[in-house]
């Protein structure tokens, strides 16, 4: 047998079955939390040598002006939805929205919800960045982010989910707690950095509305079936060990007006089952250090 690439050693190897188990808060068995993708997307950005921004040929104004009706449109009736059913909002942030459009931070924040770092816009790639130019948007997102809100942030999304092999130790350094670019596992667990404490935070692609609607070509009724499928298996499983739900969102696709309906009663469903801990990502990664930091048998 040929011997394979050596693992790249990111975290270690913790069957799902026979983990110390997880308790969260008041007994409840699944920890729900929902991600919107607050962002902005340049028309005719910078090229990046590795990767395009758009499909097209730059600018873009299909590709700009759909993802747009989020800002003007889709935030606000998703927001409403959301609130009505008492879910708070964890928020993946392009920084550069605090200075493009401050109402729609201001509203967020206003509303109690949490904001990780999703890059300074998404269409801007880490791809070929040296250590210097990476340091610079940690710096810029952590600045931008305390000046806008008043949050010290604690979560990471790289941009458009892009990477360099230094940015989960690089976070780590800067003092966030926790990274939604490992899609791994469906409980939190230890990622192994150079120095500080980071937590992978179930994050999702298989339930994120972008591959619901744009790769898997769901309707916006076999998109709500799946999270309540989604949701009700994760709820049975953490009678034994607690486990994260994460329900990531980009407005200008669940805000349309034919997708909405059936969005809200998921979010119904969920807040009137009972089993769920519904919360942010911040506060999940909290309880995590705080009551399960070193039993999990998954560290280093």
């Known amino acids: 047998m040929k011997e394979g690439q050596a693992d790249p050693g990111l975290y270690a190897y913790s069957p799902y079955r026979n983990r110390p188990k997880i308790e969260w808060p008041d ?112 710096e810029d997102s952590i600045r931008t982010v305390k000046e806008a809100t008043g949050q010290d942030i604690k979560g990471w999304l790289a941009p458009a989910l892009t990477h360099t092999p230094r940015t989960l130790d690089l976070i780590a350094e800067y003092g966030l707690t926790y990274t939604c670019d490992l899609y791994h596992d469906d409980q939190p667990m230890p990622v192994s950095v150079k120095s500080g404490k980071l937590l992978s935070m179930p994050y999702s692609l298989e339930v994120n509305d972008h591959y619901g609607f744009f790769i898997y070509n769901m309707s916006p009724r076999e998109y709500a079936d799946t999270l309540i499928r989604q949701y009700d298996r994760l709820a049975r499983e953490g009678e034994n060990s607690g486990t994260v739900m994460c329900i990531p969102l980009h407005s200008y696709l669940i805000g349309q007006p034919h997708r909405i309906g059936p969005f809200e009663d998921v979010l119904r469903y969920i807040a009137e089952d009972g089993r769920a801990w519904i919360t942010r990502s911040g506060d999940i990664a909290d309880h995590y250090l705080a009551n399960q930091s070193g039993k999990t048998g998954d560290e280093k």
């Open 27 to 138: 007994g409840k068995t699944v920890a729900v939390w929902v991600s919107p993708n607050l962002e902005f997307y340049e028309i005719d950005p910078p090229a990046n040598p590795i990767r395009k921004s758009w499909k097209t040929p730059h600018p873009d104004v299909v590709g700009y002006s759909h993802r747009d009706y989020a800002n003007r449109v889709g935030h606000w009736r998703m927001a409403e939805v959301m609130e009505r059913h008492g879910f708070k909002g964890s928020v993946s942030l392009s920084v550069a929205l605090c200075q493009h459009i401050p109402e729609i931070v201001e509203h967020a924040n206003a509303l109690g919800w949490e904001f990780f770092s999703h890059g300074i816009y998404n269409t801007r790639y880490s791809y070929g960045m040296d250590e210097a130019q990476e340091r610079a948007i940690i």
